[in-house]
């Protein structure tokens, strides 16, 4: 009688702990499940491009870029642009675009945003960085085309290494001289930049040349 009862106990002792164990599992891959998804890998399919490594704006202007990339609606600009600085708009000239999806780091979301900003007559190329939990760390401009009057600004640039992104960013003014022989006077600055994404995704700025730019016609 003794036996069957210690033949008992082990078998429910034994059942109970597999049970613990199996309901632990689940929760712990439940639990990484959770961790890993993000509404932000659902977009993957919206971006045009995959994995650039140099960038430069577009030939198209604000009428003709219509329908050549996927727009960004209120709900997925909410989660690309999380500090509620911009607003959404979605309509007129001022747009966002989805236009690169990035794969320099696996354990990091990246992506790039094609934006038109009226306010600044510009059109800017975000580089957007987030955790594997869709948590915004920062962003930088890779590329800009900006034009009013007779100011202008053109920026490009290129990944120089896996970490360290160069930008090149020209900045004009061109005033007439000489309205009646039709001459002209640019002065401006041509200035490189190094953008420096560390492992945890934060990005760091640093000026590596400017220099000035004079020019008569």
């Not at 059942?15 to 689940?26: G, L, R, V």
């Not at 709900?75 to 236009?99: A, C, E, H, I």
């Not at 915004?136 to 590329?143: G, K, Q």
């Not at 009646?180 to 040349?209: L, P, R, W």
Request: proline content about 1%; hydrophobic content about 30%; aromatic content about 12%.
């Amino acid at each position: 009688m003794k036996k069957g009862l210690l033949y008992l106990v082990l078998i429910f002792s034994t059942s109970c702990a597999e049970n613990k164990n199996n309901s632990s599992f689940k929760a712990n891959e439940t639990l990484v499940e959770n961790r890993e998804a993000s509404p932000l890998i659902d977009l993957k399919e919206k971006f045009k491009y995959p994995g650039l490594k140099s960038f430069e704006i577009d030939t198209f202007n604000w009428d003709t870029r219509i329908g050549k990339y996927q727009e960004l609606d209120s709900s997925t600009f909410k989660l690309v642009w999380q500090d509620g600085k911009r607003n959404f708009v979605g309509q007129g000239y001022d747009r966002d675009y989805f236009y690169s999806w990035q794969k320099r780091n696996p354990e990091l979301i990246e992506f790039t945003i094609l934006t038109q900003d009226e306010s600044s007559s510009c059109d800017l190329l975000h580089y957007c960085i987030y955790d594997k939990n869709g948590k915004a760390i920062n962003s930088f401009i890779v590329a800009a085309s900006c034009g009013d009057g007779g100011w202008g600004n053109k920026t490009t640039g290129k990944f120089i290494t896996e970490n360290i992104y160069e930008q090149i960013s020209i900045d004009l003014n061109t005033e007439i001289v000489d309205s009646e022989n039709t001459k002209f006077s640019t002065e401006g600055d041509s200035t490189v930049t190094h953008f420096t994404i560390a492992k945890d995704g934060k990005v760091t700025e640093k000026e590596i040349s400017k220099s000035l730019i004079r020019e008569e016609e």
